[in-house]
């Protein structure tokens, strides 16, 4: 994080001295590169670890500068896995695979989708096909889609693009969040992620980036389809990270889309305001009346802005005034701009190059309110740079014409409709501009409040006995802790309807809300659950629930396993009325180890329907009768959990706040005393999360994914790994036959060997067994594991490396 005072000292006078474009913002300081045909600002001085906001000190908490400062001659070099994991997922009715491959391999050093080199991170997408699915079981390559070849293995594998490599060996992992990947898909482009790693809640964010085809000259109208972002998801939606079940859906997480620019916007024959860059809000709250949900097992997103989509009247309403502010924005697409992404419990601003610590203008802002809690969360940050889509083919679903012109690519003008497609407004010459066709980002940066922010109270409901010792299995109990948290609302059998987390007010404060819009044919066809909860055999439990119903009715809870056979191992009937009622079951005893779901059934029950009724759920407990303490740590990332334990820990040269997060000097608070757990606990480096080389990463681990095609002289690495004060590498790997073997290597030096001496049955989840090494290496590098030959090709599947 440090910085050079040399090298602000010697570039502060060189914007204003040369008239460069795009360097006039107040309080902007920055350099031009002289030598090439145009000139490019340097990133702003005023960058530095402090900054002040409207009279409040900000403190960095992370960057990452993608090797320094921009145009500085860095060479290629990979992604940070530490910050950043790529990913691969079909949304949007987007035309492009993402894959995994970076500048800095010399394998890819012709065809690749990330580069970081020479101060900045590129994304470029390329015109070529690619297979990127889930793998598709076979006995014969006829079975196989798209010419592909029935391997050994029983997959099938492809290879759309014919450059010698299978094409899942060149797709980014698919989590198995949100959809899978498409097939034969027409592009390839860059999406990465700090889901997991990277995770804050509140602060300001600011980052300095350039549109695609920057470089075409002055003027030029670009060419249509591209679709790049800069945005953020709720950290309760993805995977589970440190013992925390992230387990919301989409849009229970919210979506904060900061930068988001369609280029087609840039044509103005197709779209005369050009206003090609936005910001889009997207969450869930109460609906309006007669709303329904989007599908059954899905809900309605409340988009709020202006921009793509003519707004909605979800942004006013309750809050005396507008929601959101914002009406698109046109900027100069060929330089480098600089957003600032100002957000706490009340609300959000967005900035364009006229930024907060200048005492700049927002050119939009959001407000919190009590409907849109999904904010007042931590959230992560995504980089992606799409083509074709919804958004990068703006209006393709039946915009209004009155002739082809006024259609993307002279597409058909059919009874004032435009005929197009996700696909038909990309008109990218890929033969001579192919190579501009990238999103380029300079640096990334959070920083929080040093005066820090406020922190929800726990629910009394933590607290079953009132010890002070929180004993409750279900974390954000009484909803109360801002946002959507261990919870999944489900619809099956027919069964439709919508949930939120909405403040009733008066002593109860937020509670669940949930309307039956269609009960179904069974009484789990709409059901509330909190899930992930871990009970033991032979344990007496504890539970109950307060609930409230717009019609008396009688509503089954019960505990039951999570996964097939879905076993239930407690249930009770209880009756509801239209004022608050504690439904108190009998303890029960679990009868088996396992993960388990509180779930309480709202469909049709006894034959007796529900539609358009209203149930309210509030205090939901689970514990053990002996009121064990259990960690609670939600909205937390450090500090400690109420139980002798730690939240989690802060990297070097962070301390945490009072509010529970990690900054950079602790929000004048005094470090936890509580120490974090020893004993042997490991340090997991998932597989799937390292920079892979000739193998690939899948679903099918047990814990996230796994790493195949794993062969001699292939590796999986891991940087920035501390290694002092730990002895042991096992890694948890599965395959059909015995004799695989893998260096461990730190710093390009072997420092053990793993060696699966029997056969676990097969490659995936649940056959996986764990291998080790012991090891006497201290301080941090890169550590790897590299694939030693084995007759069969493949030598195992990697699930993760723990280190003790």
Known sequence: MSRSGSRWLRLGWLCGALGVVGCSEPGV????????????????????????????????????????????????????????????????YEQQAYTNRECANPSNANNWNYCVENGKLTLRARQEPLDCVVWQTCTSSSQCNNGGTCASTGYCLNDRNKNGVWDHEECAPFTGIANAPANDTKYTSGRISSDEKVEYRYGYVEFRARMPFAELPAGATPPNGMWPAIWMLGANGAIANGGREDSAGWPMTGEIDIMEYTQIKENKALYPENKAMGYNVLWREIPEAGELAARAGGWEP?????????????????????????????????????????????????????????????????????????????????????????????????????????CANNSACVSGKCQETPASCVNIDWANHGDKAKLEVDYVRWYHRDAGYAQAPAAACQDGNGDG????????????????????????????????IINEGGTRGYVQWVRIDNNGWQNHSVQVRQEGLPLTAGTQYKWKVD??????????????????????????????????????????????????????????????????????????????TANACQPECTGKQCGSDGCGGSCGTCRSGTACAAWGQCTANGGGTTPPTDPPPTGGTPVRLEAEAGTQTGCFAEAGGDSGGKVVAFEGGDSICWSNVNLTGLKTATA??????????????????????????????????????????SFTSTGTGTLCLVGVTHPNGWIFSVDYLDLK
């Not at 679990?590 to 529900?610: C, N, P, Q, R, V």
Request: glycine share 12%; aromatic share 12%; with cysteine.
């Open 29 to 92: 300081m920055g350099a031009a590169d002289v030598q090439g045909e145009e000139a490019v600002c340097q990133e702003p001085a005023s960058l530095a670890a402090s900054l002040t906001i409207g009279g409040q000190a900000f403190s960095l908490t992370w960057e990452d500068d993608f090797g320094g400062a921009l145009n500085g001659g860095q060479t290629k070099s990979y992604l940070n896995t530490t910050y950043w994991t790529k990913e691969n997922l079909g949304v949007n």
């Open 302 to 406: 409340n988009a709020c802005s202006s921009w793509p989509n003519n707004g909605d009247v979800k942004c006013s309403g309750n809050l005396n005034g507008a929601r959101a502010t914002w009406d698109g924005k046109t900027i100069d697409y060929h330089q480098w701009h600089t957003w600032g992404f100002l957000w706490d419990e009340n609300g959000f601003k967005i900035y364009i190059d006229n930024l907060p610590q200048n005492g700049g203008t927002p050119v939009g802002s959001f407000a919190i309110g009590d409907g849109a809690t999904e904010f007042r969360q931590p959230m992560y940050l995504i980089l992606n740079n799409a083509v074709g889509g919804e958004l990068g083919c703006l209006g393709w679903s039946n915009r209004a014409c009155t002739s082809s012109a006024q």
């Open 469 to 500: 010792k929180p004993d409750n299995l279900i974390r954000n109990c009484g909803f109360n802790e801002d946002y959507t948290y261990h919870r999944s609302d489900l619809f099956f059998d027919g069964g439709a309807g919508l949930t939120e």
């Open 547 to 624: 609930l409230k119903s717009s019609v008396a009715r009688t509503v089954p809870i019960k505990i039951a396993l999570t996964k097939d056979p879905w076993t239930t191992i407690a249930s009770f009937n209880c009756n509801v009325g239209t004022t608050w009622t504690t439904c108190s079951p009998p303890n029960f005893t679990a009868s088996a180890t396992g993960t388990y779901k509180f779930e309480i059934d709202l469909g049709t029950t006894s034959g007796t329907t529900f539609n358009g009724s209203q149930v309210y759920i509030d205090n939901m407990y689970l514990g053990t």
């Open 732 to 773: 948890h790997v599965g395959a059909p036959y015995a004799g695989g073997q893998a260096q461990v290597k730190f710093n390009n030096t072997v420092i053990g060997t793993l060696n699966l001496s029997t056969a676990t049955g097969g490659w995936s989840s649940p056959s996986l067994k764990d291998i080790s090494t």
